[in-house]
């Protein structure tokens, strides 16, 4: 993968806030003991992508998604297009489908 | 997959203890205000918000990022309640499509909140909610005013989740019990 990730964030982030039923992609979180020990570690997130976080693995990219919904929408659906949209749209950026891509809804409201 | 993994401070969850947290610990519930490990872990999550908030202080006013800071902290907010992750059923090996456990349990008080008189406090699944698809049973407990029946509230809310929770649960969703921990006379609960 030769793409610029931070660029293909920006790009992924705002494919997914596109996805009708999204209503913000966040920042994927650290693990709670993470948190808990050191608020601080997630502020190395870096501020010049998107929300999505896009890994340049050997075997393919790592895309996660973290997103909130809407609860007019529902949510297997939301989050099927969203997984749709992402791999779509990676396709078109990296040149090769992700090898894996996360989505996860973590507030629906 | 049972429930019982939980993290616990002294009776209560996180996620409760979190809850009882964003209503400013009113009403008082003598429960947890006399559990000294939950109100230790209740002082520690104080710690924790009251730092996320000079972070957002401090670095809004560093670089005025402040979209960034606060797209941040809802991860951290969200990442504090999320509980486990519930799998969808899904065909694409390649794809992990998750709903965590905070996000419905939001969604069930929520949902709550769309009948008068009835305040959810706690919900917990059970069953197979690690397996995609599973079967799973909903418990919610809930507080309520004696303005109305209170067994027709539980009902109303029962229907209420079933219907709604439905379309959003990655599981099948097997039974929803209600249960009604306290009644207000007169009032909010």
Same mark, same amino acid.
């Given at each position: 993968?030769?793409a610029?990730?931070?660029?293909?964030?920006?790009?992924?982030?705002?494919?997914?806030?596109?996805v009708?039923?999204?209503?913000?992609?966040?920042p994927?979180?650290?693990?709670?003991?993470?948190?808990?020990?050191d608020?601080?570690?997630?502020?190395?997130?870096?501020?010049d992508g998107g929300?999505?976080?896009?890994?340049d693995?050997?075997?393919g990219?790592?895309?996660?998604?973290?997103?909130?919904t809407?609860r007019a929408?529902?949510?297997?659906?939301?989050?099927r297009?969203?997984?749709?949209?992402?791999?779509?749209?990676?396709?078109h950026?990296?040149?090769?489908?992700?090898?894996?891509?996360?989505?996860?809804?973590?507030?629906?409201? | 997959m049972?429930?019982d993994?939980?993290?616990r401070?002294?009776?209560?969850?996180l996620?409760e203890?979190?809850?009882?947290?964003?209503?400013?610990r009113?009403?008082?519930r003598?429960?947890?205000?006399?559990?000294?490990?939950?109100?230790?872990?209740?002082?520690?999550l104080q710690?924790?918000?009251?730092?996320?908030r000079?972070?957002?202080?401090?670095e809004?006013?560093a670089?005025?990022d402040?979209?960034?800071?606060?797209?941040v902290?809802a991860?951290?907010?969200t990442? %504090? =309640? @999320?509980?486990?992750? *519930?799998?969808?059923?899904?065909?694409?090996? +390649?794809?992990h499509? /998750?709903?965590?456990?905070?996000a419905?349990?939001?969604?069930?008080?929520?949902l709550?909140?769309?009948?008068?008189?009835?305040?959810v406090?706690?919900?917990?699944f059970?069953?197979?909610?690690?397996?995609?698809?599973?079967?799973?049973d909903?418990?919610?407990?809930?507080?309520a005013?004696?303005?109305?029946?209170?067994?027709?509230?539980?009902?109303?809310?029962?229907?209420?989740?079933?219907?709604?929770?439905? %379309? =959003? @649960?990655?599981?099948? *969703?097997r039974?929803?019990?209600?249960?009604? +921990?306290?009644?207000? /006379?007169?009032?909010?609960?």
């Open positions: 993968m030769t610029d990730v931070r660029a293909v964030s920006r790009e992924l982030t705002a494919v997914v806030l596109a009708p039923g999204v209503r913000s992609v966040l994927p979180g650290p693990g709670l003991a993470t948190l808990v020990r608020v601080r570690s997630v502020l190395e997130i870096p501020r929300a999505v976080l896009v890994q693995r050997p075997d990219a790592r895309v996660r998604v973290v997103v909130t809407d929408v529902p949510t297997i659906a939301v989050l297009s969203v997984r749709d949209a992402v791999v779509a749209a990676a396709q950026s990296l040149g090769a489908a992700p090898s894996d891509v996360t989505v996860r809804v973590v507030e629906i409201d | 049972s429930d993994v939980d993290d401070h002294g009776a209560f969850t996620d203890l979190s809850d009882y947290l964003d209503a400013d009113t009403p008082a003598a429960d947890i205000e006399g559990d000294p490990d939950a109100v230790a872990a209740l002082e520690r710690v924790l918000r009251r730092a996320s000079d972070l957002l202080d401090t809004a006013s670089d005025g402040e979209r960034w800071i606060s797209s902290l991860s951290i907010r990442t %504090a =309640h @999320a509980g486990r992750d *519930i799998p969808v059923p899904d065909d694409d090996p +390649a794809a499509l /998750v709903v965590t456990e905070g419905l349990r939001g969604l069930v008080r929520t709550g909140d769309d009948l008068p008189g009835v305040v406090r706690r919900t917990r059970s069953g197979d909610v690690g397996v995609p698809g599973g079967a799973v909903v418990d919610i407990t809930v507080v005013t004696l303005e109305a029946s209170v067994s027709d509230r539980a009902e109303a809310l029962r229907a209420h989740v079933t219907a709604v929770l439905g %379309a =959003h @649960a990655p599981f099948r *969703i039974s929803v019990v209600v249960r009604v +921990a306290d009644v207000v /006379v007169g009032g909010t609960p």
